[in-house]
Nanobody, 119 residues
C-alpha cells in the first residue's frame, strides 16, 4: 500500500483545512486508516483513526470535537477535516494504514503534509 497525503498548507487560527490521503492497491477497504502528526522537536503523536468499514472512529483528546476523520473506500481515500485550527495544530501530518488497529507501529506511512496555523 502506498499512501500520498495532500491538502496541507498555511491557515489562520480559527480556520479550516481538509487533508486527503490517497492509497494505492485494491485492498484499501481492508485496512484501518489513521492520521498522526509531528511538530518540530516533538514525538509523532496520534490524531485520529477509522476502522476499515468506517463504523468506528477514534480521536486524540486534543482534537476531539474539532477534527473529523472519514473514508471513501470507493475512492481509496481517507480524509481529515480540521476545524477551529489552533497554533498548536501546526505539524507535519502523516497518514497511516494497518491491517490491525492503527498505532505507531502501523505498516504503511505516507510522506507527510505540512500544516501551519498562524496567529
Amino acid at each position: 500500500v502506498q499512501l500520498v497525503e495532500s491538502g496541507g498548507g498555511l491557515v489562520q487560527a480559527g480556520g479550516s483545512l481538509r487533508l486527503s490521503c490517497a492509497a494505492s492497491g485494491r485492498t484499501f477497504s481492508t485496512y484501518a486508516m489513521g492520521w498522526f502528526r509531528q511538530a518540530p522537536g516533538k514525538e509523532r503523536e496520534f490524531v485520529a483513526s477509522i476502522s476499515w468499514s468506517g463504523e468506528s472512529t477514534y480521536y486524540a483528546d486534543a482534537v476531539k470535537g474539532r477534527f473529523t476523520i472519514s473514508r471513501d473506500n470507493a475512492k481509496n481515500t481517507v480524509y481529515l477535516q480540521m476545524e477551529s485550527l489552533k497554533a498548536e495544530d501546526t505539524a507535519v501530518y502523516y497518514c497511516a494504514a494497518n491491517k490491525a488497529r492503527i498505532s505507531r507501529n502501523s505498516d504503511y506511512w505516507g510522506q507527510g503534509t505540512q500544516v501551519t496555523v498562524s496567529t
